[in-house]
């Protein structure tokens, strides 16, 4: 996916949902955006995909699962705007975390095209980071928010 386009996505849901931010913390009764969710199951999935593929020296099965978490699809309008009401003053920092692992899954692909065991595997710890960063940052906050049940 195009960075500017997804930047200025970002950007026109900034402007949306500012009027959300400013009212507060109230949470959100409407239950956790179930297309957000999905999205972060199938990253999931897709680690679970590098990892088999580093362990068989498979790049090109590594390069094909660090491209899809790179091109992941972005949640429809309605999730979206609920999600930067609940980042509110900290939407800046979802969007930074969000495009680290863009890039960091970017990275990684192109480490498997090369081949480097050992780069792949650093290239994959920095997408790992990038992933943990976020969740350790927002995701008990993000259910608490949504009034989702916790693991
Ligand atoms: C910009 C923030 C952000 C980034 C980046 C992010 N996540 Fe998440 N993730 C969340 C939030 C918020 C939740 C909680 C969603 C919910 O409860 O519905 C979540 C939930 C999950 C879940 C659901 C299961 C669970 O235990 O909560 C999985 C799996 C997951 N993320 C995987 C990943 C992986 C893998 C990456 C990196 C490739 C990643 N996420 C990157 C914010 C993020």
Not at 101 to 106: C, D, L, T
Not at 125 to 148: K, M, P, V, W
Request: aromatic content about 8%.
């Amino acid at each position: 996916m195009n960075m500017s386009n997804r930047f200025g996505a970002w950007v026109a849901i900034l402007a949306l949902g500012g009027a959300g931010a400013a009212s507060g913390v109230l949470a959100d009764e409407g239950g956790a955006p179930h297309e957000f969710h999905e999205i972060m199951e199938d990253l999931g999935d897709h680690m679970v995909g590098i990892t088999e593929g580093i362990t068989h020296e498979d790049w090109i099965r590594v390069a094909e699962h660090a491209e899809a978490v790179a091109n992941h699809p972005r949640p429809p309008m309605t999730e979206r705007v609920r999600i930067m009401a609940f980042a509110g003053t900290e939407v800046a920092q979802f969007k930074k975390y969000d495009n680290e692992v863009h890039e960091a899954a970017a990275t990684l692909a192109d480490e498997a095209a090369g081949g480097d065991g050992s780069a792949i595997i650093t290239a994959f710890g920095r997408l790992q980071n990038g992933c943990l960063d976020c969740h350790t940052t927002f995701r008990s906050a993000y259910r608490e928010h949504f009034l989702s049940a916790a693991d």
